[in-house]
């Protein structure tokens, strides 16, 4: 069969599975065994100058076995793409979502408008790394510390910040809340995108219940166990006029800025995303 007939195929396949973005996930995984870009495969299948070898359709199939089975295609090509950077993802460590590109702007705003040389961010409840690792390659004079709970999770955190920001960021494997007191006061921005889902809330999709870690996505009853924590720790880290930013859950705005408010801070903000959903809080120590 050719390699077109391969792709068709593969894509029913995906949608019977209730894959949403079918087409999109065989092309992908077709150019990553391939070695092309998604628009390179595509310029091959016109031109059918795509000849994969016996090994490669073989990767190949195991590949669309593997996403048809609900496999999250990051942990398939090894990598998520996330704002400007392009993380190490597998097995043990929430993939990053695009929305959290949009919440990471806040931060990376924040960041830009401290008025220091050095500005010093925390990303708790790092997971990949994507969040901390954007603000410290959009802004190079910011210094920034990721926290990660999880040691699977870490192995991919330690990895990308040894990659990405070798020179500033710095990877901690540990609770949040146990962020050294030796920064208490100093820091300029705190980020976090939480495990917020509620305990009983299992999401539909089996990408996300069956392949991201629960550490990653359960929060308690209320989903906002962790995010207490936060509000706690981020008090103590920034000194005043640091900014807080935090992910949360649509059902959730109200909550976090009960929670907020209650924790004493300044300048509370609920943020909508382009659906027009509460998806973020900001606040000011
Ligand atoms: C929703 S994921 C977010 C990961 C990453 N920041 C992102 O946006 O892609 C939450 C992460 O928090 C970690 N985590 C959960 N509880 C934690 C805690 N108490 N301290 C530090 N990390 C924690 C989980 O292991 C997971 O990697």
Redesign the pocket.
């Known amino acids: 069969m050719s390699l077109g007939g391969l792709l068709d195929q593969a894509t029913s396949r995906f949608e019977v599975a209730g894959i949403e973005s079918a087409r999109v996930d065989a092309e992908l995984l077709a150019g990553f065994v391939l070695g092309y870009s998604r628009g390179e495969l595509q310029s091959a299948l016109i031109a059918d100058t795509a000849n994969p070898t016996p090994e490669q359709l073989e990767t190949l199939e195991s590949l669309f076995a593997r996403r048809e089975a609900r496999e999250p295609l990051q942990h398939l090509t090894g990598e998520a793409h ?1 704002r400007n950077i392009t993380l190490k993802v597998g097995k043990g ?5 695009p929305e ?1 590109e949009w ?1 990471t702007q806040f931060a990376v705003d924040a960041t830009k408008a401290a008025a220091v040389a050095e500005p010093l961010v925390f ?10 690792l954007a603000i410290a390659s959009e802004v190079a004079n910011a210094r920034v510390i ?5 040691p699977d ?1 870490f192995a991919f ?1 330690r990895a990308n910040y040894e990659a990405i920001a070798p020179n500033n960021g710095t990877a901690i494997l ?5 962020a050294s007191s030796d920064f208490d006061g100093l820091v300029d921005v705190v980020i ?5 889902i509620p305990d009983q809330m299992v999401p539909v999709y089996p990408e996300v219940a069956l392949h ?2 629960g ?3 359960y929060g308690g009853n209320d989903g906002l166990d ?1 995010v207490r ?1 936060v509000s706690q720790t981020a008090k103590r880290l920034l000194h005043e006029g640091g900014t807080l930013v935090i ?1 949360h859950a649509d059902m959730q705005g109200e909550a976090v800025r009960h929670l907020l408010l209650s924790d004493g801070w300044r300048q509370v903000r609920t943020h909508q995303d382009f659906n027009g959903r509460d998806r973020t809080a900001t606040a000011i120590r």
């Not at 990721?146 to 999880?150: M, N, Q, T």
């Open positions: 996330f460590v929430f993939v990053p979502r959290t919440v990303d708790l409840c790092a997971g990949s790394g994507a969040i901390g990721g926290i990660e709970k999880s999770a955190t540990g609770d949040l809340s146990e976090s995108n939480p495990p917020y991201d870690p550490l990653a996505l962790v924590v992910e």
